[in-house]
């Protein structure tokens, strides 16, 4: 924001879909900019339907070259894990190296004393896989990841490439049982002027709980006059197969580029 100039989002109502217990940032990011900000919690994060598939692949944390994180949320699970057996990711073993895929997932891991040796310029898994510091030929890498939903892109991707790939469910994101009263509210009365998504499965689960909440048909027409603003190309895609566009993606594909993204989405309407 220029000093002296009045915020970009004053008087705009934002509508945020992540993960209740990561709404914080998003909320501080979108109100220095003058925005009311609504929650709409799209995930509830929470552990996988078992932990043996994580604690078999920690247990062997030493045979292991790479563990490579897509989310923050691997990376806290992973860590609680490690814990529970004595150990964490700061105290792993000396040859393990860790590859971490956006900002907010390698300052989580530099919090935990536990700094990533790779960050891909681009905050996407393709960005990761592209600059990849070395061959996988023969490499046996340990890919934590959400239990369903997320994309299967890097252990194909790596295993392609010669990689010994054990990809493993480290968490699970849920759908909520529904929406706060207040933001069903200003979505049914036209009071939103835009709505963001940080992931496929926000799409989804808000598509859904807009019509238990709504119906279909006044869910629908709420949609039609909200801008939808989306965090990077996947989730991306998920918008224009649910709800038939998009109007703004993050650059870049964090929540600094979704803030953004807001910005320039409002000066348009």
């Known amino acids: 924001m220029i000093a002296g ?26 109100e220095q900019e003058g925005a009311r900000v609504l929650d709409l919690p799209a995930l509830e994060i929470g552990p996988p339907d078992e ?10 944390l030493d045979e292991f070259h790479w563990v490579v994180f897509s989310s923050a949320n691997g990376v806290q699970a992973v860590d609680e894990r490690l814990r529970l057996q004595g150990s964490s990711l700061g105290r792993r ?12 997932t390698a300052r989580v891991l530099e919090q935990l004393g536990a700094p990533a040796d ?28 959400v239990q369903s ?13 010669g990689a010994r790939v054990v990809e493993v469910p480290a968490y699970e994101s849920r759908c909520p049982a529904d929406i706060p009263d207040t933001t069903a509210t200003a979505l049914a ?11 496929g499965k926000t799409v989804l689960h808000t598509a859904a709980l807009l019509e238990q909440r709504l119906g279909a048909e006044l869910a629908a027409r709420a949609m039609r006059s909200v801008a939808l603003v989306s965090i990077g190309p996947q989730t991306s895609r998920h918008c224009l197969e649910q709800f038939g566009r998009v109007d703004q993606e993050a650059n870049p594909h964090d929540l ?14």
């Open 51 to 60: 932990w043996g598939p994580l604690d078999d692949a920690l247990a062997e």
């Open 189 to 199: 009365s036209g009071e939103v002027d835009a709505i963001t998504f940080s992931s």
């Open 5 to 30: 100039s009045s915020p970009g989002l004053q008087g705009r109502t934002i509508v945020v879909t992540r993960a209740r217990e990561q709404l914080g940032e998003a909320r501080k990011l979108l």
């Open 149 to 161: 939903g997320g994309r299967t892109l890097l252990a194909e991707a790596f295993g392609e490439a």
């Open 118 to 145: 790779f960050v891909p310029p681009d905050f996407v898994a393709d960005s990761l896989i592209e600059h990849f510091p070395v061959s996988g030929w023969g490499l046996r890498l340990l890919l934590p990841r």
């Open 93 to 104: 073993p000396a040859g393990l190296r860790i590859a971490a895929v956006g900002r907010k």
């Open 256 to 269: 600094d580029g979704l803030t953004q993204a807001c910005l320039q989405v409002m000066q348009t309407r």
